[in-house]
């Protein structure tokens, strides 16, 4: 309580330095404040000038929540110059380094807003698919060019979910330095091949976090005590090809004091037979082995050194997840819907306005079981029974629970159970396995339940033709689940089972 006391002291004053005469008019409004008020002359002869000063909140992190609502309370009720309001947004900042470029040969580059006192570091990789070939990538760039070009890029980005810099969206990672990378190199954030003429396309995703990276380090970076690289869908995918080159990188360059770690979300692929075959003539049809193994030659592509030394000449198995995570030294905190909708899309189950057939219900329940099953000896792992893609940089995230437990507290809890455990090398998996968790506080999260949406915290289901919200046994006749004959093969009653399905049991 007393260094709370002593931050909102701080602000306080830092709010009194901005608006002396607004403050004093203020004062009566809550005993909190006026107590807060009263402590204040104390510490007025340590500033000088108007200029803000670094606060580090992390040291309060185990009562974060609290704390912001305080803070959050206070700046409201104290700080009446709204024209003085501090820019939340990330700012677009483009590569020094001219060389390193997107698909079309323009420049590279991130968006940043940093938060000063603040040692934690989020680096976020965008995602959205990839192309292949010649003829996919001509085609991506006529109908997805921001996704291959920064030409049209916006000068400032708001970040959502865990990119968010208000507490009550982000409550464990608001006040970090926030970093969003725009993807613009099609290829999984992997490739390391300049453009070579008019016409051809630059592959250099895995180039554009190096260099990232290094332009970081001399904003703060090099001080930092954590950098979580996350990312969703090709993103997600980044994240593994990518979380230990990052690492080494900042070895090799001295800054062994930093924490690297790794959030991927939604790039947890499978490999496996495709529900209908199709020939690969585009990025969507193209059964992800194949597209996979064009791109890598394409792209020229960079995989973990572990990963490639596992699958020499075959590096395209390194593109999914359960064959390159335990080749990785970094953690890695996973979050993947088990039914995930880019994957059923490329294993050709197409879920239209029409009710899917029996076949396509087994195909679908049986991927929920396999990739189930890949993530078994996955340690931190945050993964709901929903028919979904993508979940982090989602406003509502907080909303999505499995067994009772949000993606925000598991990604505090193991926050908390790697810096709990110092003497453990934060890159040994197989010691990490062995851990025991932290009390109370679960990292290892996948609904047991076997069909989509048999979670009720899934996120809300609309039906694609009409726009209107399902119910879940809406949902599920919509999907082809029989209610008689499944209660029939559980041995149950109906009625029994569609109380079931409605209370997400």
């Known amino acids: 309580m007393q260094r709370l006391a002593v931050r909102s002291c701080m602000l306080l004053l830092l709010v009194h330095l901005c608006a002396p005469g607004q403050v004093k008019r203020a004062r009566g409004r809550g005993a909190q404040s006026r107590r807060v008020q009263q402590q204040a002359p104390a510490y007025t002869e340590r500033v000088e000038g108007t200029e803000s000063f670094p606060l580090d909140f992390t040291a309060v992190e185990g009562n974060m929540d609290n704390f912001m609502v305080q803070i959050k309370n206070l700046a409201q009720s104290l700080y009446p110059c709204s024209a003085q309001k501090l820019d939340q947004d990330m700012k677009l900042h483009f590569l020094k380094n001219e060389s390193v470029i997107c698909n079309d040969g323009s420049p590279a580059g991130y968006y940043l807003k940093q938060s000063k006192g603040s040692k934690r570091w989020l680096v976020f990789l965008e995602g959205g698919w990839y ?113 230990d080159h990052v690492s080494e990188q900042l070895k090799v360059q001295g800054h062994t004091g930093v924490q690297v770690r790794g959030l991927a979300d939604s790039g947890w692929f499978l490999d496996n037979k495709q529900y209908k ?51 990785l030294n970094s953690p890695v905190f996973v979050v993947q819907w088990l039914f995930d909708e ?18 396509q219900w087994r195909y679908i329940q049986s991927l929920g079981q396999e990739l189930r099953g890949t993530l078994q000896d996955v340690p931190a792992i945050f993964s709901p029974a929903c028919l979904s893609h993508e979940l982090i940089t989602r406003t509502n995230w907080l909303e999505i629970q499995v067994k009772g437990t949000s993606l925000p507290r598991a990604l ?19 010691t990490l ?21 048999c979670n009720p915290t899934c996120p809300t289901i609309r039906d694609q033709l009409t726009g209107q919200e399902m119910s879940v046994i809406q949902f599920l006749k919509h999907m082809g689940f029989d209610v008689q004959k499944m209660a029939q093969q559980q041995g149950m009653d109906p009625r029994k089972l569609l109380g079931m399905l409605n209370n997400g049991s």
Request: with cysteine; hydrophobic share 30%.
């Open 412 to 430: 505090h809890c193991w926050d908390r159970s790697l810096q709990d455990n110092t003497n453990v090398s934060h890159g040994n998996h197989s």
């Open 342 to 359: 880019a994957q059923l899309t490329v294993d050709n189950v197409h879920l239209t306005g029409q009710p899917v057939h029996e076949g």
């Open 433 to 453: 396995k062995q851990r025991t968790p932290l009390r109370g506080c679960p990292v290892h999260l996948v609904d047991s339940c076997p069909w989509p949406h």
């Open 131 to 243: 192309c292949f070939n010649r003829q996919t990538c001509n085609s991506r760039y006529e109908t997805m060019r921001r996704l291959m070009s920064s030409t049209k890029w916006p000068a400032s980005r708001t970040g959502t979910g865990i990119l968010s810099p208000q507490p009550e969206e982000n409550p464990h990672w608001w006040n970090a330095n926030m970093v969003f990378i725009p993807y613009c190199s099609s290829d999984v954030w992997s490739g390391a091949t300049p453009k070579s003429g008019h016409g051809d396309y630059a592959f250099m995703g895995s180039l554009i976090i190096q260099e990232v990276i290094n332009e970081l380090l001399t904003k703060g970076l090099n001080n930092a005590k954590v950098l979580l690289l996350a990312g969703s869908s090709a993103g997600g995918t980044g994240v593994l090809l990518n979380v």
């Open 277 to 327: 075959f199709t020939d690969c003539l585009d990025t969507i049809s193209c059964a992800p082995t194949e597209a996979i193994k064009r791109g890598v030659r394409y792209w020229g592509t960079q995989v973990p050194e572990n990963c490639r030394q596992a699958h020499l000449g075959e590096e395209w198995n390194c593109f999914f997840g359960y064959k390159v995570f335990p080749t």
